[in-house]
């Protein structure tokens, strides 16, 4: 286990606490090495139904640690930089592609990487008083951990461009409006918001929510007939899964279903 990311599984509820809390979450390559094997495991462990990303001590995370990028360190080659940048994106590309929900709780601030990642996630529920912001061209920087993608694909390429080369600081309300995050709540509300919401999401149909990931993941990219074939597919197997006849026999008897993952 990496003390700097932390894994707690609950009910078929694994939580992710990046836990740097005097860094506020700063990502350094320990910090980014325990987040891609926490999304590996919550992609692979059958145990763990969804996930909740979160920060200790009331930040998500305010990116990569810019401090200990100005203090330097020995310099690698380009090539290895890349590589090495490369291997640590993989956590948003994970928490994206991974066929269970995932929630992200935002708290205190999410910029730069960090709101990258959390764009990664399926949804957002986000304090009153966070701040959100791109950050990169602040400090000279383009992005990485998939934001201009996410970004793109959440809000279009025109709201996109001007998030990241004007680089403006959010509120939750505003990030509310411009559809960044589902949900804002009050700070105190925060933690129990996002862990309701999650653990709602890992007590459902976990099969059939992880084709729904899938099909809208498809949407992005694939034309529409492969969306159609991909929809039939997933939706005829979800037919049969036995939560699906639990939820229509609950619905017979009109009452709430008890879904059991398979």
Known sequence: MNDMVLQKLDGGLLTIT???PDRRNALNPDMTRGLVEAARRAAEDHEVRAVLLKGAGGTFCVGGDVKSMAEGRAPLPFEAKMVNLRRGMEVS????????????????????????IALACDLRVASASVKI?????KVGLSGDYGGTYFLTQMLGSAKARELYLLSPVLSAQEAL???????VVPDAEVDAAAHELAMS????PSITLGYIKKNINNAEHLPLEACFDA???????????ADHKEAAKAFVEKRKPAFQGH
């Open 231 to 241: 929809e039939a597919i997933h939706h005829s197997r979800s037919g049969e899964t």
């Open 133 to 137: 912001t791109t950050a990169f061209a």
């Open 177 to 183: 409006a411009l559809g960044m995050v589902n949900r």
């Open 18 to 20: 990046m836990n740097r």
């Open 93 to 116: 590309r994970i928490l994206h592609q991974m066929a269970k929900p995932v929630v992200a709780q935002l708290d205190g601030a999410a910029a730069g990487a960090g709101l990258s």
């Open 201 to 204: 999401l890992a007590q459902g």
